[in-house]
């Protein structure tokens, strides 16, 4: 079940931060993130405190969360968007998707894409924009394979994390 993010969620969230920050520290995963910098829990208040934390919950556990909303990062500027001249208004966004690294390969990342799709439809929004590091291999197979083209990279300090490239991604509903 896919619901908005509330308090009493927020320390699992942050330990699957805390997870996958371990797991490129051990050299088993890259996702271009970086302890203390981002993500951390207060990433994940600030989104709940917008309402815009969703969280995938299964058997009483989060197991994967994000932010969506329609804000599109000062970065995507920069971006060679397909479809650079739509109205904002009409743009959904997701932001900070992360699964529990004991649940990677289950499924969970591709339902909360097919939730975020749904959410953008049923907000009149048919343009989906996100992004991912360059490093991140996983995340740009996912999106590649549910159909959201990469539409360039940006060069950037992004969130605080010097030296990304990243990786600018749309879809058209």
Same mark, same amino acid.
């Given at each position: 079940? /896919?619901?908005?993010?509330?308090?009493?969620?927020?320390?699992?969230?942050?330990?699957?931060?805390?997870?996958? $920050?371990?797991?490129?520290?051990?050299?088993?995963?890259?996702?271009?993130?970086?302890?203390?910098?981002?993500?951390?829990?207060?990433?994940?208040?600030?989104?709940?405190?917008?309402?815009? $934390?969703?969280? $995938?919950?299964?058997?009483?556990?989060? /197991?994967?969360?994000?932010?969506?909303?329609?804000?599109? !990062?000062?970065?995507?500027?920069?971006?060679?968007?397909?479809?650079?001249? !739509?109205?904002?208004?009409? !743009?959904?966004?997701?932001?900070?998707?992360?699964?529990?690294?004991?649940?990677?390969?289950?499924?969970?990342?591709?339902? &909360?894409?097919? &939730?975020?799709?749904?959410?953008?439809?049923?907000?009149?929004?048919?343009?989906?924009?996100?992004?991912? *590091?360059?490093? *991140?291999?996983?995340?740009?197979?996912?999106?590649?394979?549910?159909?959201?083209?990469?539409?360039? !990279?940006?060069?950037?300090? &992004? *969130?605080?994390?010097?030296?990304?490239?990243?990786?600018?991604?749309?879809?058209?509903?």
């Amino acid at each position: 079940m /896919i619901r908005k993010g509330r308090e009493q969620d927020l320390p699992q969230v942050a330990a699957i931060y805390d997870h996958i $920050l371990t797991e490129e520290e051990a050299g088993r995963s890259t996702v271009g993130w970086v302890r203390g910098v981002y993500p951390t829990e207060a990433t994940a208040r600030e989104a709940m405190d917008k309402g815009e $934390l969703f969280v $995938l919950e299964e058997d009483g556990g989060i /197991i994967a969360a994000a932010k969506i909303n329609q804000e599109q !990062v000062p970065e995507y500027a920069q971006a060679p968007w397909r479809y650079a001249d !739509v109205p904002e208004e009409q !743009v959904m966004v997701l932001h900070t998707l992360v699964v529990d690294p004991a649940q990677a390969g289950k499924g969970a990342g591709r339902a &909360f894409v097919a &939730f975020y799709e749904e959410y953008a439809r049923t907000h009149g929004c048919a343009y989906l924009r996100m992004d991912t *590091n360059v490093k *991140n291999q996983a995340a740009r197979r996912l999106y590649a394979h549910l159909g959201y083209w990469e539409v360039g !990279v940006v060069p950037c300090i &992004f *969130n605080g994390i010097e030296g990304v490239e990243l990786v600018c991604l749309e879809k058209k509903l």
